[in-house]
């Protein structure tokens, strides 16, 4: 089962300008993950926060957590062709035994356009 | 290092053969996993493992075998390959404890005729 959704679906920008994606979750959670895939690759890691964390940066990448609503956001600001990729949230649900099992949206595709 | 490394990165099976997907990892990871991509979909967890001797079902194991034998290495077995299971399939790792982020392959990319 998908716990994680994310919305939009697909994204399209131009470079320059910022690309922001929204991810909606089910259960409680130890923590969300965000992570990219190029085509044809395999997923990388950017950033991890965890439940009792409201906010989080990372270069071009800021996160925000709100667990009141099971939701978070990605920021990608002054995106670059580069940036076109498939973007997927992961919640690791707040379970003794379920480290690592992460649950997967479906992601979002964004297209940056020089 | 060369972080997870998946073998083959593309294969076509016929209906009924089996076949078996290495995924070898070089950080010294403990615990495991096997996910599959199909389109549209995010990932979903096939089996995964906490260390050598020990794995479980995930969310979609039906068609699918794994053992783990050494830290470094996870295979996992199709054994009787069914056109379902045309897919992407992802080997990932990561370090004991809470909070730790994944590592993964580059991916199968896996045919049923």
């Known amino acids: 089962s998908q716990q994680g959704e994310e919305d939009p679906q697909a994204l399209s920008i131009q470079e320059g300008e910022n690309a922001t994606m929204n991810c909606s979750y089910k259960?409680?959670?130890?923590?969300l993950q965000w992570y990219r895939q190029n085509s044809g690759r395999g997923l990388v890691h950017l950033i991890l926060?965890?439940?009792?964390?409201r906010e989080k940066h990372s270069g071009r990448l800021r996160v925000t957590l709100d667990t009141s609503k099971k939701s978070s956001s990605l920021l990608i600001t002054a995106s670059r062709a580069a940036d076109t990729a498939s973007y997927f949230c992961?919640?690791?649900?707040?379970?003794?035994?379920?480290?690592?099992?992460?649950?997967f949206g479906a992601g979002t595709q964004v297209v940056v356009t020089p | 290092n060369a972080g997870v490394t998946q073998t083959p990165k593309f294969q076509v099976l016929k209906t009924g053969q089996s076949m078996t997907l290495q995924c070898a990892q070089d950080?010294?990871?403990?615990?495991m996993s096997w996910y599959r991509q199909d389109p549209g979909m995010g990932l979903r967890l096939i089996h995964y493992?906490?260390?050598?001797?020990?794995?479980d079902q995930g969310e979609v194991p039906n068609g699918y075998n794994v053992s783990r034998s050494t830290t470094e290495d996870f295979p996992l077995r199709l054994l009787s390959a069914a056109p379902s299971q045309t897919s992407v399939y992802f080997c990932?790792?990561?370090?004991?404890?809470?909070?730790?982020?994944?590592?993964f392959g580059d991916g199968t990319r896996l045919s049923i005729l």
């Open positions: 259960t409680s959670i130890n923590n």
């Open positions: 992961a919640t690791d649900p707040h379970s003794t035994d379920s480290w690592g099992k992460l649950q």
């Open positions: 926060i965890r439940s009792n964390e």
């Open positions: 990932a790792s990561t370090s004991a404890g809470s909070n730790q982020p994944q590592h």
């Open positions: 950080m010294n990871h403990e615990y």
């Open positions: 493992s906490v260390g050598a001797g020990i794995t």
